[in-house]
């Protein structure tokens, strides 16, 4: 009973803590010459953003997506 209880939080806290907006993006690294911002490509989608922070974009950049929000 323990172990369903743990599984139901682990579950719950999941859902709260993952970001929906990349949810279906899968973001990979792209090889860049040096000091050139990072480029990254989704997987899922194709879409491609460059970051300056070296790491995957925070929003899915899908041009078919809907708005945040809706």
């Not at 939080?9 to 907006?21: H, M, P, W």
């Amino acid at each position: 009973m323990v172990f369903v209880a743990c599984l139901v939080v682990v579950f719950v806290l999941l859902l709260i803590f993952t970001n929906r907006k990349t949810r279906g993006c899968r973001w990979r690294a792209q090889p860049t010459e040096a000091g050139k911002p990072k480029l990254y490509k989704c997987m899922a989608c194709g879409a491609t953003a460059r970051t300056d922070t070296g790491k995957p974009p925070a929003l899915c950049l899908n041009p078919r997506q809907p708005p945040a929000g809706r």
